[in-house]
């Protein structure tokens, strides 16, 4: 990273620190659970956990795929927790800055980082993917995982993260998809539970192509329950993870929205079986 370049981090970095004492002020207590946004993101953000298709293995492969290395300067919107870019900052010595539209997401980052002792190179703030807050040709790679799929309009958000791209720069997604034609009633149980718009893989093969980026790759993955388990195991710090089940049995007791949000989790048997016959996942990597 050059001169300019550490700069601007430190400028960017300064404006982030500005807003910390605000954004700190919205700490949902245990005891708040009435407060508790039950959604799934909002559920997540509550408990200190989200994961992403393909985990950690995913999260490698995205790196690579965006060429991040040690002093390259990185974008992760949707940052959830801040696992992601602790992980990148921790393991390839690379700057970081995490977006989410969520607060209490941005909140969970923060400590995450503390935690982690990379608060000095990784920076969180709260912002859209539709409307990204940073300057043209800022970032070496902008990268989101599971998270476009949430974005209402996916188009304008692509063209965002392209437009804070830096030339020759990469931009990598890894999102679910549809292998396959779905039944109508996994369509009609995923939007419910999860929301979003599940995409087929030419679908972001064309998004991404339509915002201008070039040596488009595509590699798709089936889902396969278990792996899948053990990559969000690996991918989920274990005290959180620990921590989390208190917390879900307390919701339960306690919060009859979240009952209510519980038994829609669960899946007709129809459902079950075809869950994992028709999802999937892909990762798309462009430069610009």
Request: with cysteine; glycine share 10%; proline share 4%.
């Amino acid at each position: 990273m050059g001169r300019a370049e550490i700069k601007r981090f430190q400028a960017l970095s300064k404006n982030i620190h500005s807003g910390e004492k605000m954004g700190n002020k919205k700490r949902l207590p245990p005891e708040g659970i009435s407060e508790v946004d039950i959604s799934y993101f909002g559920v997540q953000a509550y408990w200190g956990i989200t994961k992403h298709m393909g985990g950690l293995r995913a999260t490698r492969e995205i790196a690579e795929l965006c060429h991040i290395s040690e002093g390259k300067y990185v974008l992760d919107v949707g940052c959830g927790i801040g696992g992601t870019p602790c992980y990148l900052t921790k393991g390839y010595g690379c700057r970081v800055v995490g977006v989410d539209v969520s607060e209490e997401m941005v909140n969970r980052s923060r400590e995450k980082a503390k935690k982690k002792g990379v608060e000095d190179r990784v920076k969180f703030r709260v912002a859209d993917a539709q409307d990204l807050p940073f300057e043209d040709a800022l970032f070496d790679a902008v990268i989101g995982e599971s998270i476009t799929t949430f974005v209402k309009d996916k188009q304008r958000a692509a063209s965002e993260y392209v437009r804070a791209t830096k030339p020759g720069g990469y931009v990598g997604l890894n999102e679910c998809i549809w292998i396959g034609v779905p039944p109508p009633e996994l369509v009609e149980y995923m939007s419910r539970t999860m929301g979003g718009e599940f995409l087929t893989s030419d679908d972001w093969r064309k998004l991404l192509e339509g915002s201008g980026l070039r040596d488009i790759v595509v590699r798709t993955y089936k889902v396969r329950a278990m792996r899948q388990f053990a990559e969000e195991i690996r991918q989920i710090d274990f005290r959180d993870f620990m921590r989390a089940w208190p917390m879900f049995f307390s919701l339960l007791v306690r919060s009859p929205a979240f009952r209510k949000y519980g038994r829609e989790l669960v899946p007709p048997l129809t459902v079950i079986k075809d869950v994992f016959k028709y999802l999937g996942y892909g990762i798309y990597v462009g430069r610009k």
